[in-house]
């Protein structure tokens, strides 16, 4: 069975950082790509960073970039997102996802085979 378990989402202040982890079980993980998504109530899931673990390329969206880094382990078959400089808009819950294959640029979440169930990250002002 496929399980994808997010962890490491909290209260932090602004400017502060976070470090999320996504730990995969049941599937090979350095032949997929997976991205960190996230949503808040009433808006559409965004994507936030993405993986390929077979060559460790990274996709990020002009709004994070510079501030979240997306890493893996696959020893580990985890990856994790290190939040850095966090404002309040970052506040939403965090999931990640996983796609079999690799890829060489951005995923949209349509392409995604397998969802964690979420962290919730909060940023206060």
């Known amino acids: 069975e496929v399980q994808l378990v997010e962890s490491g989402g909290g209260l932090v202040k602004a400017g502060g950082s976070l470090r999320l982890s996504c730990a995969a079980s049941?599937?090979?993980?350095?032949?997929?790509?997976i991205g960190w998504y996230r949503q808040v109530p009433g808006k559409e899931r965004a994507g936030v960073a993405c993986?390929?673990?077979?060559?460790?390329?990274?996709y990020y969206p002009d709004f994070v970039k510079g501030r979240f880094i997306i890493s893996s382990d696959n020893a580990k078959n985890t990856v994790y997102l290190q939040m850095n400089s966090l404002k309040p808009e970052d506040t939403a819950v965090y999931y990640c996802?996983?796609?079999?294959?690799?890829?060489?640029?951005?995923?949209?979440?349509?392409?995604?085979?397998?969802w964690g169930t979420g962290t919730q990250v909060t940023v206060s002002s």
């Open positions: 996802a996983a796609m079999e294959g690799s890829t060489t640029g951005w995923v949209p979440s349509y392409e995604y085979d397998y």
């Open positions: 049941g599937f090979t993980f350095d032949d997929h790509t």
């Open positions: 993986i390929s673990s077979s060559d460790g390329s990274t």
